[in-house]
């Protein structure tokens, strides 16, 4: 190695040049800074320098390498005030990792690692689909392939495994267009769960926003996460990644030096302005991101352009996002942040998903998103279970969700796409689970059963937990399959969890953040158990792709068009339109949704919705040619073959159950 230079401010982090490797660090409040490298092979520290340059607020210099010098790691030292009740907590004995860090090292996972970078994309292209035809898949990197039978042993559980074809033909078999993975960025398990033995399974606790978890990788956690975007975008298959700007693994002020506080604590975090040693905890996880200023998102906005011009990321979910726009008098839509992201060109056109609430005051924020946003809409999840559950009062509040949630997304040009219908997430029960559990049973987690929601709007349908009564059994099935219909054909865009085609249980566990074992692995096996879930899971996925009816980009109004045909007309039992007073019935569980104009032609599909506890009378509605009815699935009917129904007037459907007809 040969001395240091003054180098060059820009990039941020660390860079290769022709004659060596550029370092460059903000802090505004720091009075030196230096950087250590280390020996990519044996950790041991080669040279440490002072950064000469000082441009403004960052720190920087440049090395020069000789050519065998392929690969090193590094770390920073930054000196200054140690005065945590200004704001201040810098200690230079602390090797901090860079916040542009693009990889970290396996071997010593807190020291950042200078990765080349080359891979051979091919023909690589973002799938672009459109919201309205977008179906998303949540999963866990590693949960989801690490018991599948068909991945190598050594890809279980890895980027890799995401890419072996029974892997992909899978989600293709049940309309995945885009996966949402749950956190890919470097992250740390909290000292609390360790002493537990128990690890930080979701992995909301981040350490180095530009780097993939190596916990997922064979070998090499940047080019394994490429190739996984090269082949699930083979498969015409987008991928967004579920990120969390909202906090750090560094936590509240008892919480360890890892990287932004040691660099700038008080630039990085919000800090409680009349003691400054401790932090405003919007998030719940013990410290909250300054997104208020300006190096912070720039920050964000560079991370984001890494994702999507060196990884081909195709979009974004934001854990906590109301963090995102909070200043000092509250959330902001029209913030800073919000508007930098898409006036970025890299950033205009992929896809931003809001999870719109923090734990902080006035932090839920549902519907008050930017435009170009979606949003995980729970009001819809709560209506869909409620109703489903034979709760009452719930028919209007299910059509209003039904419909595209109006009431909350209809402003500023936006459409039924921005609201992420979901019944169930990582974030408590599992579909089955929904339907199986009237309580949490989450001791596993070592906290008592005190940990997750408490309510979750979940029936067990009559015994708790697993069961040998056919009875139960059956209507648990049914229930899944009600919820699945509603998910599938509802205005707006579907959240699918994984596993929920076939299933799968995490044995009542409603907080699985931290059972990184078969609790929250999904069991391949259940997909030939329950096989009659997955086939109605796949037939859905075909009547959605095939109906516009189920994925328009207008809001269901229930009003009549210039071509005197309604969009939608709700029935009642009788055949006949909704009336004001039959909305209002606290006691009606039924309802009708009689799909209209689709292009030239009168709308000819009928859902037919009983959550009640006995089966009714459907009458079917005049329709121009007098039939035949066609019935393309009654979930109280195993087998969901298409059947003539000729030309009926009424139909009989049982209680807790769905029908969907055609005319």
Not at 124 to 152: N, S
Not at 309 to 337: C, I, K, S, Y
Not at 404 to 425: E, L, M, Q, V, Y
Request: net charge neutral.
């Amino acid at each position: 190695m040969k001395s240091i230079q003054a180098g060059s401010p820009r990039p941020l982090g660390a860079a290769r040049t022709k004659r060596g490797i550029n370092f460059a660090l903000f802090s505004s409040n720091a009075t030196r800074v230096e950087v250590a490298v280390f020996d990519a092979e044996d950790g041991t520290e080669l040279a440490r320098y002072d950064l000469p340059g000082h441009s403004g607020n960052i720190w920087h210099g440049a090395i020069g390498l000789g050519r065998a010098d392929r690969e090193i790691h590094y770390a920073f030292h930054v000196h200054g005030p140690n005065e945590p009740e200004k704001g201040h907590r810098f200690d230079a004995s602390v090797a901090l990792i860079d916040p542009y860090a693009r990889g970290l090292s396996n071997r010593a996972p807190l020291r950042a690692r200078l990765i080349d970078g080359a891979f051979d994309w091919g023909p690589d292209r973002p799938p672009a689909i459109p919201w309205r035809d977008t179906l998303i898949y949540e999963m866990h990197v590693k949960g989801f392939t690490q018991l599948h039978p068909a991945v190598p042993a050594a890809w279980r559980g890895k980027y890799l495994g995401l890419t072996v074809p029974a892997v992909i033909e899978h989600m293709k078999s049940i309309g995945v267009t885009a996966v949402e993975l749950l956190p890919c960025q470097a992250f740390v398990t909290e000292q609390f769960l360790s002493d537990r033995k128990l690890n930080n399974y979701w992995g909301y606790n981040p350490v180095a926003w530009f780097s993939p978890a190596n916990e997922y990788a064979v070998h090499d956690a940047v080019v394994e996460f490429k190739a996984m975007i090269k082949a699930l975008h083979a498969a015409g298959i987008e991928v967004i990644l579920d990120v969390v700007f909202n906090h750090t693994a560094e936590g509240n002020e008892s919480g360890p030096l890892l990287s932004l506080r040691g660099i700038d604590n008080a630039v990085y975090y919000r800090l409680m302005p009349q003691d400054k040693r401790f932090y405003e905890n919007v998030t719940g996880c013990g410290n909250t991101v300054n997104c208020e200023h300006n190096q912070v998102r720039t920050l964000i906005v560079d991370c984001l352009k890494y994702w999507v011009d060196e990884m081909h990321v195709d979009g974004f979910r934001f854990d906590l996002a109301t963090v995102l726009g909070r200043e000092a008098g509250g959330f902001n839509p029209n913030t800073a942040l919000f508007k930098s992201l898409r006036a970025d060109p890299s950033l205009a056109y992929v896809k931003l998903i809001a999870e719109p609430w923090d734990v902080g005051w006035g932090g839920y924020q549902l519907g008050r998103f930017p435009p170009s946003w979606a949003e995980w809409n729970d009001r819809y999840r709560d209506s869909v279970r409620a109703y489903w559950r034979r709760d009452s009062g719930k028919v209007g509040e299910f059509a209003e969700r039904f419909a595209g949630s109006s009431d909350i997304f209809r402003h500023d040009g936006r459409k039924p796409t921005a609201s992420i219908n979901f019944p169930t997430a990582h974030d408590g029960f599992t579909l089955y689970d929904l339907v199986s559990y009237n309580e949490r049973h989450n001791e596993a987690n070592l906290e008592g059963n005190a940990d997750g929601a408490k309510e979750n709007l979940s029936w067990n349908c009559g015994a708790e937990g697993p069961t040998d009564a056919a009875d139960v059994n059956k209507l648990r099935k049914r229930q899944m399959r009600n919820i699945l219909a509603t998910l599938f054909l509802s205005q707006g865009v579907p959240m699918l969890q994984a596993g929920d085609e076939f299933a799968r249980t995490q044995r009542g566990n409603n907080n699985a953040y931290c059972q990184d074992n078969e609790i929250s692995w999904i069991n391949w096996q259940l997909r030939s158990t329950n096989l009659d879930v997955l086939r109605f899971v796949q037939l859905l996925a075909q009547l959605r792709r095939r109906h516009v009816e189920f994925r328009r980009e207008t809001f269901l109004k229930g009003a009549t068009s210039r071509a005197t045909v309604k969009d939608v007309t709700w029935l009642n039992v009788g055949g006949a339109e909704m009336k004001q007073g039959e909305w209002q019935d606290g006691n009606l569980r039924t309802l009708g949704i009689w799909f209209g104009k689709r292009g030239n032609l009168e709308g000819r599909l009928l859902l037919l919705l009983n959550a009640g506890e006995t089966g009714v009378v459907f009458q079917l509605p005049a329709v121009s040619g007098n039939g035949p009815w066609i019935r393309h699935f009654d979930t109280a009917i195993d087998n969901i073959e298409a059947a003539s129904l000729g030309l009926a007037r009424d139909y009989r459907l049982e209680a807790s159950s769905a029908a969907l007809l055609e005319c």
